[in-house]
């Protein structure tokens, strides 16, 4: 009984691990694409650092206070809140860091004052993400109503149809996709960043756009995951599904990019590739976020 209980709860410890990662990939996503954050940061003095990471913990602790991104059963305890906070603070740098580091913004050439401001500036949506990931992303399955139950039987019944269930998927892919990436499609962002990757490194960023949407939707316990695993249609499976939507989110990129004219059809095919892969990250992101909502 000591074992199992011992395995459950590191299984309960990688999951809200896992959840706050996720949770913070959703809502720190946008900024990471912002260069003004990545000046302020390189040009933020120890002082300044110091007193963005106080800030933030204040934050992050009120809301793990109330809610926090672990499931417990008595969240107004004080020791339990100032360790959680401080497990999202270090959650919400990891994701920054590994963002800024999959899009070549630190660098092992990177001066480490550089580097920690970068990271700590855009570090604070992911934190909070990871804080409220519990809070505003969990799993739905604990409104066990009649009505509610009754609802949901009615609509899993016509999610059943092959074509529907993948229809909603893709139209839900493609309206997450625009959501999010519509505000960084025409911003001198994208070219900058598509300048600085080398092509071997594209492969880098698929891999890390593919299992991102892969752990948002099926791992992470967010929104009905296992009725996720039970949907019929034409492509739903986790694999399979992950990689359509992924086509799609880089299909809305593409076509993003071409609205506001970041690219033509006079420029050459690698630019086309190199554009729409950067901006297919926060795309796919956004289209799993999308898939979460149905």
């Known amino acids: 009984m000591a074992k199992r209980y011992q395995k459950n709860g590191w299984k309960r410890e990688i999951n809200d691990i896992l959840r706050g990662i996720c949770g913070g990939f959703l809502f720190g996503i946008p900024l990471i694409y912002?260069?003004?954050?990545?000046?302020?940061?390189?040009?933020?003095?120890?002082?300044l650092i110091v007193i963005a990471i106080a800030l933030m913990f204040i934050v992050v602790f009120l809301l793990n206070y109330t809610e926090g991104f672990r499931k417990r059963k008595n969240n107004w305890r004080v020791d339990e809140a100032i360790i959680d906070t401080v497990e999202a603070m270090a959650i919400g740098f990891?994701?920054?860091?590994?963002?800024l580091w999959l899009l070549q913004e630190v660098t092992p050439?990177?001066?480490?004052?550089?580097?920690?401001?970068?990271?700590?500036?855009e570090g604070v949506p992911f934190t909070l993400g990871v804080a409220l990931a519990n809070q505003f992303l969990g799993d739905s399955n604990q409104n066990n109503s009649p009505s509610s139950n009754h609802q949901e039987n009615g609509l899993s019944k016509h999610k059943q149809n092959g074509l529907y269930g993948t229809l909603a998927d893709l139209g839900a892919t493609l309206i997450g996709a625009i959501v999010i990436a519509f505000n960084i499609a025409p911003t001198d962002e994208v070219p900058m960043l598509a300048a600085a990757i080398s092509p071997p490194w594209l492969f880098v960023l698929i891999t890390a756009s593919l299992v991102i949407s892969y752990a948002i939707v099926f791992q992470a316990g967010f929104s009905d995951q296992k009725k996720r695993r039970q949907q019929k249609g034409i492509f739903q499976r986790p694999l399979s599904e992950t990689t359509i939507s992924y086509l799609v989110s880089l299909l809305a990129s593409a076509l993003m990019l071409l609205f506001f004219q970041k690219v033509t059809f006079a420029d050459p095919w690698?630019?086309?590739?190199?554009?729409?892969?950067?901006?297919?990250?926060?795309?796919?992101i956004g289209g799993a976020a999308g898939r979460l909502a149905i």
Do not use: D, Q
């Open 94 to 99: 990891v994701c920054s860091a590994f963002m």
């Open 34 to 47: 912002t260069m003004e954050v990545w000046w302020i940061g390189s040009l933020a003095k120890p002082r």
């Open 270 to 284: 690698r630019m086309w590739l190199e554009h729409t892969l950067v901006l297919g990250l926060p795309a796919t």
């Open 109 to 121: 050439e990177t001066s480490l004052k550089e580097s920690l401001g970068k990271i700590v500036f």
